[in-house]
């Protein structure tokens, strides 16, 4: 039998391990691998956890198949109903409670939940700046309203220009219906647009909390390697370039605002949950299957305009998720949907974060690496390995 070949060869005494050596000898950068735990979990905390897993399979639904469904439920169902009449429900009567309630405030109850949720993620993700929020995130909820104002009071304005009252000498709709006729027009859905609206709002505003808990670990690691006084250029922490006071400010905003951003996301997955439910209401039993499908198409156009092309752009705003450092980085949440949940704020961030650009990165397993580029003689061959950077390993 042959003998193992050695692990390790100590350079200053020429012998061979089978073990890394410890000791209070070994430096830093020999004794890699050293790193603070993880405090104990709850049992609470390990159900809040599976509640938000399970809320992020919802809401993270691949979202380009969730535009597909929208608009061929809005053609297909609403074309079947308006030929052969769906049997009549609960939903199917105005005054039903999620109606009145939920939908006619629909922006109101989005608005609830967003704002919040967009205030605490993003002032935590800049490190308290203030005029960064204001500057960068708060004009997504500006903007989302104001297509909401724009689109609902265009959708009106057509049905009452355009349109007649069933009874001879009533030029306006507000006469018309208040002596108790009926109004015909082209009454664009304002449901199902709101409907559709909200719910890609809620999507694409919920996606800060993809990797929300990585940020924990990550200051762990950074105060720990700032403590020991380590500046490791290999370092992959998207906090390795905060300064003391970004770092004081993110711990402190990240445990004073993680449970309530927790409870607002299971909120917001919630009501996205309903606002769908809602919609296959309207689909069945409200509006002509025209009027419906073009209030579709709007909503989708006005969210792509917004969330593919205006906010990945270099034009202010950001997308949802970006800040002073990158944590979404390599993202591996994400049900294999990457294309649907991080990959445009994900790219987008990278080019305005300060992310300093990593070369000959050294391969790791588990967060440590697999080798280092330190020479380290072979005592079985005499071939070596030089990496791009000319290094001899």
Partial sequence: MSKRRPLRTNLNTGLNKNFRPGGPDITRGEARGTRPTAPPTSIREILVMMIIHVCKKTIFFDINLKVALYLGSLFLVSLIGDFIPFPKTYFARSDNLFNVYFVKVGWGWTLLFTVPFLTMTSYTLCCGDLK??????????????????????????????????????FNSKSQCLKAGHLWNGFDISGHAFILIHSSLV??????????????????????????????????????????E????????????????????????????????????????????????????????????????????????????????????????????????????SAATCGTRANVTPTTNTVPTFMGMPLYTKSKVPSPSSSTQLVNPSNDTL
């Avoid at 200051?219 to 300064?243: F, G, V």
């Fill in 202 to 243: 809620l999507i694409e505003e919920a996606r800060p909390i993809i990797k929300w808990e990585s940020i924990k670990e990550h200051l762990r690691n950074e105060l720990h390697d700032r403590s020991i006084s380590e500046q490791s250029q290999r370092s992959t922490n998207p906090l390795r370039n905060l300064s």
């Fill in 132 to 169: 960064k929020l204001l500057r960068h995130h708060a004009p997504r909820i500006a903007i989302a309203t104001f297509f909401w104002f724009f689109w609902t009071k265009l959708f009106n304005m057509i049905e009452t220009t355009y349109g007649r009252c069933t009874i001879k000498g």
């Fill in 245 to 344: 006071d970004q770092v004081k400010n993110l711990q402190f905003l990240y445990d004073r605002f993680t449970p309530v951003i927790r409870t607002l996301f299971i909120g917001m997955s919630h009501l996205q949950l309903l606002w769908d439910i809602m919609l296959v209401g309207t689909m069945l039993y409200y509006h002509r299957m025209i009027e419906k499908f073009l209030s579709g198409i709007i909503a989708i156009l006005t969210w792509y305009f917004c969330y593919r092309f205006w906010y990945p752009s270099s034009i202010l705003p950001e997308p949802a998720g970006c800040g002073v450092f990158l944590y979404q980085r390599d993202n591996k949440d994400t049900f294999r949907r990457a294309n649907s949940m991080t990959s445009f």
